[in-house]
């Protein structure tokens, strides 16, 4: 009895605590998150995170309380205070549910800034235009594939083929070329062989793992995770492993005779080589800043395993839905869809020698403004990108507010992309608001405004590192795939549509998308006529 009231008096002191004298008191924001993490687990586990966040900030304002201690911003002007390169931040821990290994810290998951930088160093020569070039074979000989494999079974008489999985054809693509990439030549073979398609949904279960663990420790510190998901856990467990066998099995290769030096221009040869070079470097922690393992503690081999696995997963999923989604749109706008069409068929008149990069952003503008508008709309990587306030606090809104240290600070990709002052009509996939003079009212100060607020790769020092492959991938599939096909929507599968009218967004136009950190989706089912040659 005793015990009860003391529960009841100590649970009470925190919620009254957490409402009214907190140092987020004075944000507002929806009362069960103020007082409660339990709030952001729901909605993780629900994945509709992103759409709760636009919800909340249409309702709240630019700056929502969405945590006990987490505060959301949906501002360009947040954007810059918390993701520029002067920020008093560092990731938050919740980037520590994606460390598999104790210590074996990845470009992406690495929250100390100088092992960051550090890591960064090595990993930012493997994206050069000119590293990317010799990348380019293999890229292409996925593309090749794919777009062969779209027109596959048409029908004799009409030349439309049955109708395919736009989303799983785009991650067969970019699993393809990224397993290149990372691992060698024909690491996955996903468009041409089932064997390796059921890593997409491992890929799938560890985000989703991660997300949950990140957003709420608790359930790791306490073994829950495998009591409630235990499928979640193996599937988690069972892509570990892969990518552990396949970097084996590419590392064991390196320096082996047999391939050329054209062939060793991957992403894993350039890890090695760096680390090589890094190791030999000793890391310091400066004083005021919790030390993480070095980077030389770990057995160097976990790193690499770390980097190919995150790899993986923010370059081929990210890409797979940047694709499905275009395409998504586009069948669904059919002004979008033959303006796009026109400046493919004009400006690349010999489709067959489009190659990776793709056409240059001044030949098909038009094209770039498409991929950016569906990324805008759909971005692969949803919510907030946790930052930690550092020693010192920090300043908000241009000093209208102070947080503490210890603070959790975030902008998430989609509640900003639908903020009506920097897009109007936030709901409409309308390209055209990208390119200036191109419709009554886009001028440059409105394409500067929306340029301001465009954050699917993120923002300074943390941002993408592949943003200059993941465009280049992306403007080469589009120009192939409509240069040399026709698509419509199949009518009979309607995929991948929409939110129900209760939720934010366009409703039945907006292409469906789970917040499982990167985003789960499915469809649109579309299907494909070849052009007359
Ligand atoms: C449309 C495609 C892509 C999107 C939307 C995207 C989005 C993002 C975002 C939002 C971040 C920041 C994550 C954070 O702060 O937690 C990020 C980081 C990262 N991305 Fe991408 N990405 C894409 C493609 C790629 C590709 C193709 C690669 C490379 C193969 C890649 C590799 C990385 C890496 C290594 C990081 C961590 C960077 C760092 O912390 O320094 N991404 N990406």
Same mark, same amino acid.
């Given at each position: @009895?005793?015990?009860?009231?003391?529960?009841?008096?100590?649970?009470? /002191?925190?919620?009254?605590?957490?409402?009214?004298?907190?140092?987020?008191?004075?944000?507002?924001?929806?009362?069960?998150? $103020?007082?409660?993490?339990?709030?952001?687990?729901?909605?993780?586990?629900?994945?509709?995170?992103?759409?709760?966040?636009?919800?909340?900030?249409?309702?709240?304002?630019?700056?929502?309380?969405?945590?006990?201690?987490?505060?959301?911003?949906?501002?360009?002007?947040?954007?810059?205070?918390?993701? /520029?390169?002067?920020?008093?931040?560092?990731?938050?821990?919740?980037?520590?549910?994606?460390?598999?290994? $104790?210590?074996?810290?990845?470009?992406?998951? +690495?929250?100390?800034?100088?092992?960051? &930088?550090?890591?960064?160093?090595?990993?930012?020569?493997?994206?050069?235009?000119?590293?990317?070039? +010799? @990348?380019?074979?293999?890229?292409?000989?996925?593309?090749?594939?794919?777009?062969?494999?779209?027109?596959?079974?048409?029908?004799?008489?009409?030349?439309?083929?049955?109708?395919?999985?736009?989303?799983?054809?785009?991650?067969?693509?970019?699993?393809?070329?990224?397993?290149?990439?990372?691992?060698?030549?024909?690491?996955?073979?996903?468009?041409?062989?089932?064997?390796?398609?059921?890593?997409?949904?491992?890929?799938?279960?560890?985000?989703?793992?991660?997300?949950?663990?990140?957003?709420?420790?608790?359930?790791?510190?306490?073994?829950?995770?495998?009591?409630?998901?235990?499928?979640?856990?193996?599937?988690?467990?069972?892509?570990?492993?892969?990518?552990?066998? $396949?970097?084996?099995?590419?590392?064991? $290769?390196?320096?082996?005779?047999?391939?050329?030096?054209? !062939?060793?221009?991957?992403?894993?040869?350039?890890?090695?080589? /760096?680390?090589?070079?890094?190791?030999?470097?000793?890391?310091?922690?400066?004083?005021?800043?919790?030390?993480?393992?070095?980077?030389?503690?770990?057995?160097?081999?976990?790193?690499?395993?770390?980097?190919?696995?995150?790899?993986?997963?923010?370059?081929?999923?990210?890409?797979?839905?940047?694709?499905?989604?275009?395409?998504?749109?586009?069948?669904?706008?059919?002004?979008?869809?033959?303006?796009?069409?026109? !400046?493919?068929?004009?400006?690349?008149?010999?489709?067959?020698?489009? *190659?990776?990069?793709?056409?240059?952003?001044?030949?098909?503008?038009?094209?770039?403004?498409?991929?950016?508008?569906?990324?805008?709309?759909?971005?692969?990587?949803?919510?907030?990108?946790?930052?930690?306030?550092?020693?010192?606090?920090?300043?908000?809104?241009?000093?209208?507010?102070?947080?503490?240290?210890?603070?959790?600070?975030?902008?998430?990709?989609?509640?900003?992309?639908?903020?009506?002052?920097?897009?109007?009509?936030?709901?409409?996939?309308?390209?055209?608001?990208?390119?200036?003079?191109?419709?009554?009212?886009?001028?440059?100060?409105?394409?500067?405004?929306? *340029?301001?607020?465009?954050?699917?790769?993120?923002?300074? &020092?943390?941002?993408?590192?592949?943003?200059?492959?993941?465009?280049?991938?992306?403007?080469?599939?589009?120009?192939?795939?409509?240069?040399?096909?026709?698509?419509?929507?199949?009518?009979q599968v309607r995929v991948g549509e929409g939110p129900s009218a209760r939720e934010i967004g366009m409703g039945g136009e907006e292409y469906? @998308?789970?917040?499982?950190?990167?985003?789960?989706?499915? /469809?649109?089912?579309?299907?494909?006529?070849?052009?007359?040659?």
């Amino acid at each position: @009895m005793t015990l009860c009231l003391a529960t009841v008096i100590y649970l009470t /002191g925190i919620v009254i605590y957490r409402l009214y004298l907190h140092p987020l008191a004075q944000f507002p924001g929806p009362w069960p998150a $103020k007082v409660s993490g339990l709030h952001a687990l729901y909605y993780a586990w629900r994945g509709d995170r992103h759409l709760m966040q636009a919800r909340s900030h249409a309702r709240y304002g630019d700056y929502v309380r969405l945590g006990p201690n987490y505060l959301s911003v949906a501002s360009d002007l947040g954007l810059q205070e918390i993701y /520029g390169t002067r920020a008093n931040v560092q990731k938050s821990s919740f980037y520590h549910a994606f460390v598999a290994q $104790k210590g074996a810290w990845s470009t992406f998951t +690495s929250i100390d800034r100088s092992l960051h &930088a550090r890591k960064r160093r090595v990993l930012a020569p493997a994206m050069t235009e000119r590293a990317l070039k +010799s @990348m380019g074979r293999r890229i292409n000989q996925c593309i090749d594939i794919f777009v062969t494999q779209l027109g596959r079974n048409a029908d004799a008489e009409s030349g439309w083929t049955p109708a395919v999985n736009m989303s799983e054809l785009a991650d067969h693509v970019a699993f393809d070329i990224l397993g290149d990439l990372v691992f060698g030549e024909g690491s996955f073979q996903m468009l041409t062989s089932c064997a390796n398609r059921y890593i997409v949904d491992l890929i799938v279960a560890t985000s989703y793992w991660a997300l949950l663990v990140g957003t709420f420790p608790l359930l790791r510190a306490l073994p829950i995770i495998p009591l409630w998901f235990p499928e979640l856990t193996r599937k988690r467990q069972a892509y570990l492993l892969f990518c552990q066998e $396949k970097a084996c099995q590419r590392m064991a $290769k390196v320096g082996a005779p047999g391939p050329s030096p054209e !062939e060793h221009s991957d992403l894993l040869l350039h890890l090695l080589s /760096g680390r090589r070079h890094s190791d030999t470097h000793s890391h310091r922690f400066p004083d005021d800043q919790e030390p993480e393992p070095s980077a030389s503690s770990p057995p160097p081999t976990a790193e690499i395993w770390a980097e190919c696995r995150t790899l993986i997963v923010a370059g081929a999923d990210t890409v797979a839905t940047a694709l499905a989604a275009l395409t998504h749109y586009l069948v669904h706008n059919e002004g979008a869809y033959h303006r796009l069409e026109e !400046e493919i068929l004009t400006a690349c008149p010999r489709l067959r020698e489009v *190659r990776f990069p793709g056409p240059r952003p001044a030949q098909c503008p038009y094209l770039d403004a498409c991929i950016d508008e569906a990324l805008r709309l759909s971005p692969p990587i949803p919510g907030p990108l946790p930052r930690e306030v550092l020693r010192g606090g920090m300043a908000l809104g241009r000093g209208r507010f102070v947080v503490p240290a210890g603070t959790v600070v975030a902008t998430a990709a989609y509640a900003l992309h639908r903020h009506p002052r920097y897009f109007p009509r936030p709901e409409v996939f309308w390209p055209e608001r990208w390119m200036a003079g191109s419709a009554p009212g886009v001028t440059l100060a409105t394409v500067r405004r929306a *340029r301001q607020a465009f954050c699917p790769f993120g923002f300074g &020092a943390r941002g993408c590192v592949g943003q200059s492959l993941a465009y280049g991938e992306l403007r080469t599939l589009v120009v192939r795939m409509l240069g040399r096909y026709r698509i419509r929507l199949c009518r009979q599968v309607r995929v991948g549509e929409g939110p129900s009218a209760r939720e934010i967004g366009m409703g039945g136009e907006e292409y469906r @998308m789970l917040d499982r950190w990167t985003a789960q989706r499915d /469809g649109p089912f579309v299907e494909f006529q070849s052009r007359p040659r």
